[in-house]
């Protein structure tokens, strides 16, 4: 099975298991989209900002010395997008309602990025 289809299939696992969860995009550091869980053609932009996003949150960990990145979260008006390392070379992006539990979100979220970052692994 190719590294897209098992991402996706990570992905919906975590739709299962997070009912709050209502869209995920997994991309490489660089941005290019591996997989998009998300409504209307937005995976590409996706993948693009996150992949900014997660370059910002690493550079400032490293300059405050705070260690490796693992995730950051962003809270909005209309809900929840929190970013996870999945592994050194995935982003996984993850859309959440407003009145999510935050605490499963982040446990759920590194779970998949943790899944996520095994597929990358095992097709490499």
Do not use: W
Request: with cysteine.
């Amino acid at each position: 099975m190719e590294l897209r289809q098992e991402v996706l299939e990570e992905m919906a696992l975590l739709r299962e298991r997070t009912p709050d969860v209502n869209g995920s995009v997994a991309c490489t550091v660089d941005g290019l989209p591996i997989a998009c869980d998300l409504e209307g053609k937005t995976g590409e932009q996706a993948a693009a900002l996150s992949a900014a996003l997660v370059a910002m949150s690493r550079r400032m960990l490293s300059m405050t010395g705070q260690g490796a990145f693992e995730e950051t979260l962003v809270s909005g008006s209309a809900g929840f997008v929190a970013f996870y390392a999945a592994g050194p070379a995935i982003v996984l992006t993850v859309l959440a309602g407003p009145g999510a539990n935050v605490g499963l979100l982040r446990l759920e979220g590194r779970k998949t990025a943790a899944g996520v970052a095994a597929v990358a692994a095992r097709k490499h």
